[in-house]
């Protein structure tokens, strides 16, 4: 099957990258852009490890094509932090241990970001739901969601 | 171990600093095992059986061979119990073999048969359409009580071991009993015995990372292997051995690794990579999809027991006796002697008897799970102390802190312990606010004990200290829980320098000496045992050094607060000499100093825990909600304990998925019927409350600071502690694992 070339902003840079039509954005993320923060946890849309943003909305990428990104705009986790600044929400989840062995922690940021900018004061009932589609099998999602309250009500405090 | 290492006062353990690999794992960049790429790599993919039990009659490969973007194909064939120069394989490397490529047979739904490398991961997915495989169908078991049947499909003759009574199915491949004293005596002084079975079925580790490697060998016979496994040295000898070459010409690098929980003490993709990348000389990578991770690899064994219990009115245990059955898949190796071994654990009993059988079956070779085989045993036995409590109308912590074991008692399993903290998790839940909280209606209690032997195993540590006064740090058993940042915090109590001028690096296989596997709660325990003695180690040539400056004997120089002193006023006057004073002229004083340790420590210590958990059963639906949930478990000492914590709730919600949600679901063709996480729904976070912890210190006197291990026992109690919750919200004894909606509808539908 031949390539389609797409062009796409990742993390705001322009990029361009050359895919088979059936090659799902997170293939193309981590295979063709290097990005290999999102990760395949299931390739079915069950447990996040693949969340990024996707023109602001949050998205499973193994769940869409590569060839959709043509002229939208992604956030993948690397993009979280400003150069060396990290947003609060990974300081937070660094000083809660909120991840074990991290590999669900690309996903959990890039959703817990997703939350905090539409809702800047969940209820930690809202933000287990909203982070119900990001499985970790480490944690238990106790230090994760304490790192997410708490980060919450600092960036309150701040604005 | 000698006395004076004994530390109880510590500057750095027990503080909880931010882990060394905490920015990688929050800004995306840390290297899990699908994220290694290389030049001409090539994608593998594996075929697997669509049967759950077959004989392969013929594999035509060609014309996968025959296709433009396939580079390599391989069945059986290409391993070493096929190749001339290396005759067969023996014991579990055979095992291991057999379930990587199947041989003669195909034993489960999801057995690899052949295995291709291609050009892009998408043309391997396609030509594994073209190989063609013909199957002769046979009769098939998943069921473990069917499997043990007179009338059962013969999974492999001959692979019972001596251990097996004369008269058992072929499918019964050890057997295991212990005990002492005269159960039926104990059972004749009680005031009530309680005899019943329980069922569990199979769960999966469910690490969110799948299994993935990239595999570089060459003609030259030496090869480079990256991949994602709680132990490189045990990949590094298992995939030398089935590929027929030298394990040194192998070099093993751990990735960082997306959760194992046990199920990546082993391999699968590994040897298969290796076999390709072979027969056409460029990196093959393979990685594993969700569905070949549920259908082939890891699952924990399903369990049919039968436990009896006798007490008195007192509480008093009078005898106990227990039969586990535990089915681990198409090989031998499932840990029924564990289950029995660790089921009554927690109990000083006069009268005990315990079997365990390791039955095989038609599903994916059972792998570690967490305190493999405890779990179930404890659900069987801590539901039978329950429903005595129930009956006998007696407090349950009361019954279990009266039989408890103690320092000094001969554990059921044989030997006698040394100090533990039974007793101490106990006292801990009876005063905890939890206990006494009330209930609301419709709302259950449920507690539990659970015990887990802790391992020691094969280590070895390195540290080499750098001309700045700075520490690098080699272990060899991957980071699966945040053990760099506690093996960091130890070696920083032993050289008196700061956490952070310690980096420590999981080492790969060509630059440290052997190491066990990370399992069995071992690695705080051993490695940081190692790490300890390999910083004594180089803390004695930093005091020969500053004992040659000053011109005085090396034993009248001591190490404190990280520097060199004069061990008295006789020893002389001298300004105390900081780690980087002495470092800086390492190279003219005699040259580096590095510190290695190398042991099988002995002295793992035996750990307990006990769970209180609240369960809310919904007798419209059967659903239950788990509302409050507390864990008690003695960890010796906690070197971080933000990580300690964290194992207590990761084992406690694992236990919770097993409880009420995960397990394999088998059609009647044997075929797996659940094999993504839609289907097999593992806790989210909506399900759960925050799991409280409490952290109890009896110090290990094998640890030279009191370390337990603290990663599996965490697992033991909630199988039970839920079903008690749930059998007393919903007035009806639940005995078969998950308690799905479904189950417990059909049970309060049989209560009435």
Same mark, same amino acid.
């Given at each position: ?48 490890? /693949?969340? !990024?943003?996707?023109? +602001?909305? =949050? *998205?499973?990428?193994?769940?869409? &094509? ?34 074990? /062995?991290? !590999?669900?922690?690309? +996903?959990? =940021? *890039?959703?817990?970001?997703?939350? &905090? ?43 | ?561 990280g520097c060199a002193v004069p061990s008295g006023p006789n020893a002389g006057d001298f300004d105390p000499r900081p780690l980087a004073d002495i470092t800086a002229e390492m190279g003219r004083t005699g040259g580096p100093i590095s510190g290695h340790f190398e042991a099988t420590p002995e002295g793992a210590g035996v750990s307990f825990g006990t769970h209180i958990v609240d369960a809310e059963v919904d007798p419209e639906t059967g659903k239950t909600s788990i509302i409050r949930y507390t864990v008690i478990q003695d960890a010796g000492k906690a070197i971080h304990p933000t990580y300690v914590e964290g194992q207590y709730q990761g084992g406690a919600v694992q236990g919770i998925g097993w409880a009420l949600n995960e397990e394999y679901v088998y059609g009647e063709d044997g075929r797996l019927q659940n094999s993504i996480f839609l289907d097999y729904r593992i806790p989210v976070a909506s399900d759960l409350p925050m799991i409280d912890t409490v952290i109890v210190e009896v110090p290990n006197p094998g640890h030279p600071f009191g370390v337990r291990g603290v990663g599996e026992t965490g697992i033991v109690p909630p199988l039970a502690a839920i079903a008690n919750a749930v059998s007393n919200a919903a007035g009806v004894r639940m005995r078969q694992l998950p308690m799905s909606p479904p189950r417990i509808l059909a049970a ?5």
């Open positions: 099957m031949s390539k389609l070339h797409v062009s796409t902003n990742v993390n705001g840079d322009d990029v361009e990258f050359l895919c088979d039509p059936r090659e799902t954005l997170l293939d193309c993320l981590r295979d063709k852009l290097n990005l290999t923060g999102a990760k395949e946890g299931c390739g079915t849309g069950d447990c996040g490890a /693949c969340s !990024v943003t996707f023109d +602001g909305r =949050l *998205v499973c990428s193994c769940l869409m &094509l590569g060839v959709e990104a043509e002229g939208k705009q992604i956030e993948t986790v690397e993009g979280i932090a400003d150069g060396d600044v990290l947003h609060p929400l990974q300081k937070k989840f660094i000083e809660y241990a909120a991840l074990q /062995c991290g !590999v669900c922690t690309p +996903g959990i =940021l *890039v959703a817990a970001k997703s939350l &905090l900018e539409k809702n800047p004061n969940p209820t930690e009932e809202e933000a287990r739901y909203w982070l119900a589609g990001n499985l970790c099998r480490c944690t238990g999602y106790d230090k994760i969601i304490r790192a997410v309250m708490d980060t919450a009500a600092e960036l309150r405090e701040a604005s | 171990m000698a006395l004076d290492d004994r530390k109880s006062e510590f500057t750095f353990v027990g503080t909880r600093p931010d882990r060394p690999d905490g920015l990688d794992k929050v800004t995306g960049r840390a290297k899990f095992g699908a994220d290694a790429y290389a030049p001409g790599m090539l994608h593998g993919a594996v075929l697997r059986s669509p049967h759950a039990h077959a004989r392969i009659v013929k594999i035509d490969t060609s014309k996968a061979e025959a296709h433009k973007d396939v580079k390599a194909v391989v069945t059986r064939a290409d391993f070493s119990d096929r190749v001339p120069f290396h005759p067969g394989l023996e014991g579990e490397f055979w095992n291991v073999l057999e379930n990587v490529m199947a041989g003669e047979k195909a034993l489960y739904d999801g057995h690899a048969v052949a295995a291709v490398a291609a050009t892009s991961a998408l043309a391997a997915r396609d030509a594994l359409k073209l190989i063609e495989v013909e199957y002769e169908v046979l009769p098939h078991v998943t069921d473990v009580d069917k499997a043990m049947a007179p009338d059962a499909p013969v999974i492999r003759e001959g692979a019972a071991d001596y251990s097996v009574p004369e008269g058992m199915h072929p499918n019964v491949v050890r057997y295991h009993e212990s005990g002492r004293g005269d159960v039926e005596a104990g059972f004749a002084e009680a005031d009530l015995v309680i005899e019943d079975s329980f069922v569990t079925e199979a769960a999966h580790q469910g690490y969110i990372e799948p299994h993935a490697c990239l595999a570089t060998l060459g003609n030259d016979g030496k090869g480079e292997l990256w991949c994602c496994t709680q132990g490189h040295w045990l990949v590094q000898k298992t995939c030398a051995a089935l590929l027929g070459m030298e394990t040194s010409q192998l070099r093993v690098t751990a990735s960082e690794i997306g959760g194992g929980f046990g199920g990546k003490t082993t391999v699968f993709i590994e040897p298969v990579a290796l076999a390709l990348s072979r027969k056409v000389n460029r990196p093959v990578k393979i990685v594993m999809t969700r569905s070949e991770v549920f259908r082939a690899t890891g699952p924990t064994s399903s369990a049919s027991m039968d436990v009896k219990i006798g007490m008195k009115k007192d509480g008093t245990i009078t005898a106990a006796k227990g039969i586990f059955r535990l089915q681990g898949g198409a090989f031998p190796g499932a840990p029924g002697d564990m289950t029995a071994m660790c089921a009554f654990a927690p109990y000083d009993l006069t009268n005990v008897k315990q079997i365990g059988y390791d039955v095989m079956a038609n599903r994916p070779k059972q792998a570690a799970y967490r305190a493999p085989g405890a779990p179930m045993g404890a659900f069987a036995v801590e539901s039978v102390i329950d429903e005595l409590c129930n009956k006998l109308g007696l407090d349950p912590i009361d019954v279990r802190l009266k039989n408890a074991a103690k320092e000094g008692t001969k554990a059921s399993y044989g030997p006698r312990y040394d100090r533990i903290g039974l007793v101490e998790t106990l006292e801990a839940a009876k005063a905890h606010p939890h206990y006494a909280a009330p209930l609301e209606p419709g709302q259950g209690r449920g507690v539990s004990c659970g015990f887990w032997f802790n391992h020691g195993g094969e280590t070895s540590v390195s540290l080499a200290l750098s001309m700045d006064g700075s520490a690098q740090l080699m272990v060899g058993t991957p980071d699966i829980g945040g053990s760099r940042a506690s093996m960091a915090l130890m070696a920083a109590e032993v050289l008196g320098i700061p956490y952070e001028n310690i980096r420590a690096t999981v080492a790969d296989t060509a630059t440290l000496g052997y190491n066990d596997v990370s399992h069995g709660s071992r690695v705080t325990y051993a490695s940081g045992l190692a790490t300890i003695k390999a910083a004594q180690h180089a803390v004695e040539q930093l005091c020969e050094r500053a004992a040659a400056k000053w011109g005085i004997p090396t034993d009248a120089v001591k190490w404190e607060d309060l539908k049989e209560n009435g």
